[in-house]
């Protein structure tokens, strides 16, 4: 027969807050032989930091499972709740809005805050700030509760004394540190000297980023949080704080809920008590050391009369923190330590098993883990007050007093291991989770295979399959229709489900009974279940059967984590079905088109490629998914920097479009030229942008135009530049060189040894002058053929004298007059140069008309030194604008025809 269920309804299902509501009513439900059913409300992959308001949930989700709801503050809205109350459901809050016809379970928020603020008082403040977000209704009455016992003590808070935080966790703390070193309201004589926040959160943030900017706690401000959870006494400085039993909460809420059910409940509110654990934050002494908020356990003031053991007991609780949770714990390690100390006392040994379990159980319920001192020296005292130890009981006491010590210190070693292991198995099973839900491809999401990488018993996993019957009313198996789909099922023990794939089912009836017959309250292992967003707007459900997860940051407990994992990996898992179907509509094209096409998703730093484009790279392995640098790690170095300009640019919404021509090494170490274009795509709904485009080979196209362009500069013949070259190159000079020096070279006996041995001797004597000019020459100055066997020299960035050109002239005399080996003839021809040495003269007027100059003079001293003997260089007396004469009669002769050519072939 079945058993029936404890629902619970929260935000979340893990952390300190919610798993230890959770823990406290697993163990109501393991009293009552119950199953205890938890369902998130807000969807899988939210955190605590990221809701307000209460969302609404589906009523009708396991409502057959259900006895009765334990709803949780911010779980759902108050309306919900009295929807389940008007359909005959027990329902128990626990904090949340007031409902004067609602069952509820609260902290004592006053008490413990009252407390706190006392605390505060007779450490010498009065001037007491609060901070905290007051959305919370626990919130607000710990706020009130503050300004109460303020002005109990004749002290009215200012209005800037309340501190508003964005939120009640860590960021919130922070930001108002921030805030307030910024406006400078620390240290000073009418600033806050004490600071009360409302959760411990809220108070780490505060003291992290006070230690940054030097703000020393309790020096400077003295500090008290909320909660005590576990982290409180283990920073520095310790933090005191407003200890809460979250087990007593949950487990009081249950215990509620089950009167209700069998008809003894009522409305009303039942708060569960709160206490102050001071610490070092607060000004109080240091670990280890007595003071009022470590008492001394000879000195701590108790009714009298009591029984030995009961001033013992009394003694432990309030070392531990006090808290009525813990009372169990303390009356039973007390009646075993008064045993062990009186059989100690008499010289017998009077160590047991079960006195130190309990001991080291105290210790770890224990609101201070660091009391562990304080609790051998209560043993110690109680031998004390019982008049120990007689004459042969002294021994015997140091030796129970030394179990006890090393009982606590292995407890405490054997809840880190605990601790750590708890906490490595998390992160394994979390790691192994993500790498299999993240490739969706390789393992089916739907399937819950997965889990087989965790410590889950069962899981299944359901769609809606009708949106439109997904309402808030509370529904039963009669009226039920199969509005889920179930689509995976995991059973640890790979037992036969219930209910099996590809099955329809009521929601009323989900999560399938295989589930909580895997649940073991007495163990926590409890059922949880979160809604998972699907594609197309739709809701599906994971319910797993595992552990309380108590250690880990609020929300981001295992089947949270896995829930939002599981909507991503589906959510890919659609994207890439579209992707697929998108890719065969243009499959055809691509295949056709010699060009490669890419589209590269920049958020996601993933490119789609064609396998043309795999092939223009040298790389048929590529794939059809690569990341950027597949393409820029292949980009020659000294165009890089261009393409990722040019990048850069197109990803500008002023500009948008890529175009860029860059070598890329393609298979081995080859380079081929390629021209890059591309669009920039903007998803205006996911603000996503993509660059768009192909990759062209432009290899033999730039070698044509490096042909084409070498061709129209360079003599084809010996591979000098040109006159169009020469006569550009000189233009510039004049503009931008004028100490540069031009040497205007003429054969000598050339048409001789031309007319005797044919053109194509004459050919390879035209290609050993030029090569022997080209040697003589430095890389910067510019050597041409400016037609037949004239050539010119250009001497770059001279010293504006003739003499380096002279020197130059003549070493190219002596360069070319060396016979030279034709065919087997030995042959030698001279050169005459006509030399300007500088062409600063030629400034005075326009680059161009310089430059005719220049060339004008420099044939007219090359005739010069024919008419001297040739084999010789004669340097132009002065520029031809200066002294009309033969010279301006030569730009009729072969140079000005030379130099009209070049002009010509220029424009």
């Not at 942008?689 to 033999?700: F, K, N, Q, Y």
Request: net charge negative; with cysteine; charged share 20%.
């Amino acid at each position: 027969m079945a058993r029936g269920t404890i629902g619970v309804l929260a935000p979340l299902l893990g952390g300190f807050y919610y798993g230890g509501l959770l823990r406290g009513i697993a163990t109501a439900a393991a009293a009552a032989d119950l199953d205890v059913l938890a369902i998130q409300t807000l969807p899988a992959g939210r955190t605590h930091a990221e809701y307000a308001a209460p969302p609404e949930f589906d009523l009708g989700l396991a409502a057959d499972h259900i006895l009765g709801y334990v709803c949780v503050a911010q779980g759902i809205p108050l309306a919900q709740e009295q929807v389940l109350r008007r359909a005959g459901r027990p329902v128990v809050q626990i904090s949340g809005d007031a409902d004067p016809t609602a069952c509820r379970v609260v902290p004592d928020n006053a008490s413990g805050v009252r407390e706190a603020v006392l605390h505060l008082l007779e450490h010498g403040h009065r001037r007491i700030g609060w901070l905290g977000n007051l959305v919370q209704p626990d919130l607000r009455a710990r706020h009130q509760a503050y300004v109460d016992m303020l002005r109990e003590n004749g002290i009215e808070p200012e209005e800037d004394w309340l501190l508003h935080a964005p939120d009640n966790l860590a960021p919130g703390g922070r930001a108002v540190a921030q805030r307030l070193v910024a406006e400078g309201r620390l240290g000073g004589h009418d600033d806050l000297t004490a600071l009360l926040c409302g959760t411990d959160l809220n108070a780490f943030g505060l003291l992290d980023e006070l230690a940054l900017h030097g703000v020393e706690v309790p020096r400077d401000l003295a500090v008290v949080g909320f909660d005590d959870v576990a982290d409180a006494g283990k920073r520095t400085p310790s933090l005191a704080s407003v200890s809460l039993e979250f087990d007593a909460l949950g487990q009081a809420a249950a215990e509620l809920l089950l009167a209700q059910a069998e008809g003894r409940g009522a409305a009303g509110t039942r708060a569960v008590p709160t206490r102050l654990v001071p610490r070092e934050s607060c000004g109080c002494a240091s670990p280890g050391q007595l003071s009022e908020s470590r008492p001394d356990p000879l000195a701590v003031p108790l009714a009298a009369p009591q029984a030995p053991q009961d001033v013992l007991e009394e003694v432990l609780l309030r070392l531990v923190g006090g808290l009525p949770g813990q009372r169990p714990l303390a009356r039973r390690a007390a009646l075993l330590a008064h045993t062990a100390i009186s059989t100690a006392g008499q010289g017998r040994d009077g160590r047991t098993p079960e006195l130190l379990d309990a001991f080291g159980e105290l210790l770890l319920r224990s609101r201070d883990q660091e009391c562990t001192g304080e609790l051998v020296l209560a043993a110690r005292a109680h031998a004390t007050r019982l008049g120990l130890p007689g004459p042969a009981g002294g021994a015997q006491l140091d030796v129970l007093a030394t179990a006890l010590w090393r009982a606590l210190a292995r407890a405490g070693r054997q809840q880190a291991h605990r601790d750590f292991h708890q906490v490595r198995e998390l992160l394994t099973s979390q790691y192994a989770v993500s790498g299999d839900l993240l490739q969706s491809g390789v393992v089916e999401p739907r399937s819950l295979s997965w889990l087989g990488r965790t410590p889950a018993q069962a899981g299944c996993f359901a769609v809606t399959t009708d949106r439109a019957r997904e309402g808030l009313s509370v529904v039963g198996a009669a009226a039920a229709a199969p509005d889920l789909l179930v689509e995976g099922v995991y059973l640890a023990d790979r037992g036969t489900p219930g209910q099996a794939p590809g099955t329809p089912a009521p929601r009323a009836t989900f999560p399938p009974r295989d589930l909580l017959d895997r649940a073991d309250t007495h163990e926590g292992v409890l059922v949880f279940v979160v809604p998972v967003p699907v594609p197309e707007g739709r809701t599906a459900y994971l319910a797993i059967t595992g552990r309380i997860e108590t250690q880990v940051t609020t929300g981001q407990e295992s089947v949270n984590q896995w829930g939002a994992l599981l909507s991503v990996a589906l959510q890919h898992e659609q994207t890439l079905q579209r992707l697929r179907a998108s890719e065969e509509r243009y499959a055809v094209a691509a295949e056709a088109a010699n060009d490669g096409l890419w589209d590269w998703d920049v958020e996601a730093g993933t490119m789609y490629v064609s396998s043309r484009w795999g092939a223009l790279l040298g790389d048929e392995a590529a794939g059809e998914v690569v990341t950027p640098g597949h393409w820029l790690r292949r980009v020659h170095p000294d165009d890089r920097p261009r393409v990722d300009a040019a990048v850069s640019a197109a990803l500008d919404v002023d500009c948008g479009v890529l175009e860029v021509e860059h070598r890329l090494r393609t298979g081995g170490d080859h380079w081929r030229r390629m021209l890059a274009r591309a669009l920039r795509v903007d998803d205006g709904r996911s603000g996503r942008v993509r660059l768009v485009g192909s990759l062209t080979d432009i290899e033999e196209r730039k070698l044509l135009e490096d042909r084409l362009r070498r061709d129209a500069l360079y003599d084809s013949l010996t591979g000098l530049g040109n006159r169009i070259l020469f006569l550009d190159r000189l233009t510039a000079a004049v503009r931008e060189q004028p100490t540069s020096a031009l040497l205007f070279l003429d054969l000598d006996g050339f048409k001789p040894v031309n007319d005797r041995l044919g053109h194509a001797a004459g050919d390879r004597l035209l290609v050993e002058v030029a090569g022997r000019i080209s040697a003589q020459l430095r890389s910067v100055d510019v050597a041409a053929r400016l037609g037949g066997d004239e050539f010119a020299v250009l001497l770059t960035g001279g010293d504006g004298t003739p003499r380096a050109a002279q020197h130059v002239a003549a070493r190219l005399i002596a360069a070319i007059a060396a016979p030279v080996d034709v065919d087997g003839t030995q042959v030698s021809v001279t050169a005459s140069i006509g030399i300007v040495g500088s062409l600063t003269a030629y400034g005075e007027r326009s680059a161009e008309d310089g430059a005719d100059a220049a060339v004008r003079d420099a044939d007219a001293a090359m005739y010069a030194a024919k008419a001297s003997g040739k084999s010789r260089a004669v340097t132009a007396a002065a520029p031809t604008g200066a002294a009309p004469g033969r010279a301006a009669a030569l730009s009729t002769g072969r140079a000005g025809a030379a130099l009209q050519q070049g002009r010509s072939g220029a424009a």
